[in-house]
């Protein structure tokens, strides 16, 4: 009676286990000429697939047919099996599937336990590491091959060519400078990324941080023949962040607000507060709207200080918003001179600072970029 006892107790430790696991298990079950079908889903199984498992054919949870046949000639054959596919949706899915046989000691009964890993973040990592290295490359080896082109030239027929030697040696200098801002684009982004996972402990009064910002970006405002127009809200308190780096956001917002923006035109920045992140991403104007960043803590209620930078430029088509924060993605047609980086920094900064990034924009209605950032503790 004791090892009954044992056996059940064991039994239900570890359907307790299963169900705590964090990657989704199926038990599937077959033999003597029956379709498979499911026994058993642990609770991350159920969230992956939002259907009743028990009892469900292997197909409505399972449905790529490569998938379906891996794991049924797997359970025909009682032998380990393992299959990798991608599952489609609003973001598409990378899973590993791993099966392993279960000897239930019933004859003609066969059943599998199949894992599930999500190899999403993986594939996407190693994907964005080849494109990164790739247009890195692609980046610095545009202005390498100027400065060779001229510096040959110069060293042949134009080198008593005083006309020519100023014009080219302007070029070239413009050219060290493109690459010497790419390489601290690069390294800053590289150094953002290194600590990314500590959040900052700081206090920043963001209204003196985009004064600040402003009075230093006036020189390519007077340029540019742009204003800049601050508004700070009624109950604004400072946040919890790293002065340096949220100068960094700020400024490239309103860099590329001010490059894009017609000559007499106005770059709006809004500094407000918001009760939540719900809130806090709340459409701020017409035109379509796109979450290219959410924190985990958007919805245990907690405040945040939003930034809003507006320009008058010639708008963003939908198609391009959700590419908008990689790393080197430039809007076709649209050349604001850039590295291509400021957006991605934008997007690193703001995830170590636990906050959230949201662009608004239509085309020929100008484009609207917002951080929220969690509101510092009060002061004891």
Same mark, same amino acid.
């Given at each position: 009676m004791s090892e009954v006892v044992?056996?059940?107790?064991?039994?239900?430790?570890?359907?307790?286990? !299963?169900?705590?696991? @964090?990657?989704?298990?199926? $038990?599937? +079950?077959?033999?003597?000429? #029956?379709?498979? &079908?499911? =026994?058993?889903?642990?609770?991350?199984?159920?969230?992956?697939?939002?259907?009743? !498992?028990?009892?469900? @054919?292997?197909?409505?949870? $399972?449905? +790529?047919?490569?998938?379906? #046949?891996?794991? &049924?000639? =797997?359970?025909?054959?009682?032998?380990?099996?393992?299959?990798?596919?991608?599952?489609?949706?609003?973001? @598409?899915?990378?899973?590993?599937?791993?099966?392993?046989?279960?000897d239930t000691g019933e004859p003609g009964q066969r059943q599998l336990v199949v894992v599930l890993r999500d190899e999403t973040d993986a594939r996407r990592t190693e994907r964005m590491r080849a494109d990164f290295l790739a247009n890195a490359s692609h980046e610095l080896r545009t202005p390498l091959a100027s400065l060779a082109g001229f510096v040959e030239t110069l060293r042949t027929h134009a080198k008593d060519d005083t006309e020519a030697r100023e014009k080219f040696l302007g070029i070239m200098a413009q050219q060290a400078t493109r690459m010497a801002r790419l390489v601290d684009d690069l390294l800053s982004l590289s150094r953002i990324e290194l600590n990314e996972h500590i959040a900052p402990s700081g206090r920043v009064d963001l209204a003196r941080t985009i004064q600040d910002v402003s009075d230093a970006i006036k020189p390519l405002t007077g340029e540019r023949a742009v204003s800049v127009a601050i508004h700070v809200g009624p109950s604004?308190?400072?946040?919890?962040?790293?002065?340096?780096?949220?100068?960094?956001?700020?400024?490239?917002?309103?860099?590329?607000?001010?490059?894009?923006?017609?000559?007499?035109?106005?770059?709006?920045?809004?500094?407000?507060?918001?009760?939540?992140?719900?809130?806090?991403?709340?459409?701020?104007?017409?035109?379509?709207?796109?979450?290219?960043?959410?924190?985990?803590?958007?919805?245990?209620?907690?405040?945040?200080?939003?930034?809003?930078?507006?320009?008058?430029?010639?708008?963003?088509?939908?198609?391009?918003?959700?590419?908008?924060?990689?790393?080197?993605?430039?809007v076709e047609g649209q050349r604001s001179g850039g590295t291509g980086l400021g957006l991605a920094i934008v997007k690193h900064v703001v995830n170590r600072h636990r906050g959230g990034f949201v662009v608004e924009s239509a085309e020929g209605e100008g484009s609207t970029f917002s951080v929220y950032l969690p509101v510092a503790p009060p002061q004891s």
């Open positions: 044992d056996r059940r107790g064991a039994g239900t430790a570890a359907q307790l286990i !299963l169900e705590l696991l @964090p990657e989704p298990v199926i $038990l599937v +079950r077959g033999g003597d000429g #029956e379709p498979a &079908e499911i =026994a058993y889903g642990n609770q991350a199984a159920r969230e992956v697939f939002r259907i009743e !498992l028990a009892g469900a @054919p292997l197909g409505a949870a $399972l449905r +790529r047919p490569e998938v379906l #046949e891996t794991i &049924e000639a =797997a359970l025909e054959m009682a032998t380990p099996a393992e299959v990798a596919f991608e599952t489609i949706g609003v973001q @598409p899915r990378f899973w590993r599937a791993f099966a392993r046989p279960l604004v308190t400072p946040v919890t962040g790293d002065r340096d780096q949220l100068v960094q956001v700020i400024q490239n917002l309103v860099d590329n607000a001010v490059k894009y923006t017609p000559r007499g035109g106005t770059v709006r920045v809004a500094l407000e507060s918001a009760p939540s992140g719900e809130a806090a991403r709340a459409p701020s104007r017409s035109g379509v709207g796109l979450s290219l960043l959410s924190p985990d803590t958007a919805g245990d209620g907690q405040a945040y200080v939003v930034i809003r930078v507006t320009d008058e430029g010639p708008g963003i088509a939908r198609q391009h918003l959700p590419r908008l924060s990689e790393r080197f993605y430039r």
